[in-house]
């Protein structure tokens, strides 16, 4: 079905509401360069939790990178090493809208051919502001969230080499063709990267001139695990998986793939074995809901929000304690002591329960998976099903 929206309203605290104008970007003072200034000034506008929500906060590093095949509108790194690139294109050109697709996949293509000396360079070269920043990691260095910059340098190295960033094309008024855009990429099974496809509405208060900002993603891609690289005369092509293979590939999110990844750093074993235990409770009406942990969730009908049966933290841990707050406390109390007979743990109270080892460490998901399976899908089972028959309080 086409979206359709009305005209919005700006409400004031007093009840007064104001007229709002849709901008036609493209001319006078609304330009690109304007467009793209916005959104390196206010990162949050891009809509990046909602499309790789493993990412977190974004920092604007430079506007005009250059590279290989010209010059990335705009370029932004996460305290972890995660990158963005952006493009802004007003749709009312034609040439964009055949372009846009080839153009992100070109760019992706020359940073992946970058180590993380010349990755930076480059970004240093662009218009990151006055002063500009002495490194790259000087841009992440103050965030509470950031690695420290051996780490910080290893991870973007990483995520130049395997080409896994998120591309975000952004406009003012994208088009139904444009937004067919995006499936395209999915028959590029080499593409180590997210696609979306982001509209930014420009509204404008009649009466105050101010302006409301509104971004919406249209459409985006899943990551495609592999592809088939080859170099014809020093030109590096990515072409599909031949079809016999490519219907037993996974396809995932690149915050699905950072999350397993570092799982697996724990222990080899344990990405599969969580794959198999989600597939085994999805009948339960289980699902994975994936920040930056991976949290187990469970829609109920007479219940106003998820019930939360705990998350799997990157390193293994297993955090039982959201479950206090979903339903009532001896049943949160009779699915924690399951759990620990199975390990051999025990339940901290008296304010959130939660299973631990020790009193105070959560447990690793070792200690549950693949051993243990099945009295852990069964214990899920036996709650929903207690919380079920009672009455809604």
Request: overall charge negative.
């Amino acid at each position: 079905m086409k979206k359709r929206r009305g005209t919005p309203v700006l409400v004031e605290a007093d009840g007064c509401v104001g007229d709002l104008e849709r901008l036609v970007l493209g001319a006078g003072t609304f330009t690109e360069d304007w467009l793209q200034a916005l959104i390196h000034d206010h990162p949050t506008l891009l809509p990046v939790s909602d499309i790789e929500p493993g990412f977190g906060e974004l920092v604007a590093v430079a506007r005009e990178v250059p590279c290989a095949h010209g010059f990335i509108d705009n370029l932004y790194v996460s305290p972890k090493g995660d990158l963005v690139l952006v493009e802004t294109k007003l749709w009312r050109n034609v040439q964009a809208r055949r372009e846009v697709v080839a153009q992100a996949l070109d760019y992706v293509a020359a940073l992946t051919l970058l180590d993380y000396a010349s990755f930076e360079a480059a970004l240093l070269r662009g218009n990151s502001g006055s002063p500009a920043p002495k490194s790259l990691y000087a841009c992440v260095a103050d965030h509470p969230d950031a690695l420290d910059e051996a780490a910080f340098v290893d991870a973007v190295s990483a995520n130049l080499a395997r080409g896994r960033m998120l591309v975000v094309v952004l406009g003012d008024g994208i088009r139904r063709e444009v937004e067919a855009l995006a499936a395209l990429l999915q028959a590029h099974a080499g593409a180590h990267f997210t696609f979306a496809l982001v509209e930014l509405a420009i509204w404008r208060n009649v009466a105050t001139g101010a302006l409301l900002a509104i971004p919406d993603t249209l459409a985006q891609t899943v990551m495609i695990e592999r592809g088939i690289v080859t170099v014809q005369n020093g030109d590096v092509r990515i072409g599909p998986v031949p079809a016999r293979v490519s219907a037993t590939l996974r396809a995932q999110s690149i915050s699905d793939e950072m999350f397993y990844e570092a799982l697996g750093q724990t222990e080899p074993g344990l990405p599969q074995a969580l794959r198999d235990f989600l597939a085994r409770v999805e009948p339960l009406g289980v699902y994975p809901d994936l920040k930056t942990a991976l949290s187990l969730k469970v829609d109920v009908a007479d219940a106003s929000r998820p019930i939360n049966l705990g998350y799997v933290a990157r390193n293994g841990q297993v955090w039982t304690n959201p479950l206090t707050a979903c339903v009532p406390r001896d049943l949160a109390l009779r699915y924690n002591e399951t759990l620990a007979a199975l390990i051999g743990g025990v339940v901290a109270t008296p304010n959130d329960i939660v299973l631990t080892t020790n009193g105070k460490s959560a447990p690793k998901l070792s200690a549950l998976l693949p051993a243990h399976a099945e009295g852990w899908a069964r214990a899920i089972a036996e709650l929903l099903g207690a919380y079920r028959q009672r009455d809604p309080q």
